[in-house]
């Protein structure tokens, strides 16, 4: 059974950038495509990103291209998220994501507050 | 960018009632389709996939239906565990991206 733990929640201050993480276990990561989902107070869920095992490249929506970078370290099943460049609409919890075609497990998630 | 649209945004029904949610897509996205419910405070869980197939562990009340660009998630009789937020998704391969519908709330009456 696959296990997502992340990061803990994060305060950071506009201009600023955040580095989230998702240890995995159960699987190794270089097994599994992960992806990245956030969710603002109150609102719904948006796909940020993750791996895509067709073509082995990890795409973004057009929406983060050029200030998120997603990487994953395979020598300790950790994946990470990095969005820059925080303005106050960052603020969301953040959850990674296994993908087996659908979105089949999620970490706990991870709160990240932009204020100044 | 394909757009899903959820309807109706609320829903309030009683327990032991049947609920119908709807997810239209703005083209086709063949049987590309998954239903997730999500509880505050939690990550949404995988309900259904491939727009009928129910996930693993997901009790026979919920079933998915529909093709192309008209989707139904249907719980046949409520219990009181399911009241909470329903979300569709759907995967295109090109461009391989991912959407959600604004998602419907679930209420109790």
């Known amino acids: 059974q696959v296990q997502l733990v992340q990061s803990g929640a994060e305060v950071k201050k506009p201009g600023a950038s955040v580095k989230v993480s998702c240890k995995v276990s159960g699987y190794t990561l270089t097994e599994l495509s992960m992806h990245w989902v956030r969710q603002a107070p109150g609102k719904g869920l948006e796909w940020m990103g993750g791996f895509d095992p067709e073509d082995g490249e990890t795409i973004y929506a057009q929406k983060f291209q050029g200030r998120v970078t997603m990487t994953e370290d395979t020598s300790t099943d950790t994946a990470y998220m990095e969005l820059s460049s925080l303005r106050s609409e960052d603020t969301a919890v953040y959850y990674c994501a296994i993908v087996g075609g659908y979105f089949d497990y999620w970490g706990q998630g991870t709160l990240v507050t932009v204020s100044s | 960018e394909i757009v899903l649209t959820q309807s109706p945004a609320t829903l309030s029904l009683s327990p032991g009632e049947r609920a119908t949610l709807s997810c239209r897509a703005s083209?086709?996205?063949?049987?590309?389709l998954a239903w997730y419910q999500q509880k505050p405070g939690q990550a949404p869980r995988l309900l259904i996939y491939?727009?009928?197939n129910r996930a693993t562990g997901i009790p026979a009340r919920f079933s998915g239906s529909g093709s192309g660009t008209d989707f139904t998630l249907t719980i046949s009789s409520l219990e009181p565990e399911d009241f909470a937020v329903y979300y569709c998704q759907q995967r295109s391969n090109w461009p391989p991206v991912c959407t959600f519908g604004q998602g419907t709330k679930l209420e109790i009456k």
């Open positions: 491939d727009a009928s």
């Open positions: 083209q086709s996205v063949s049987s590309y």
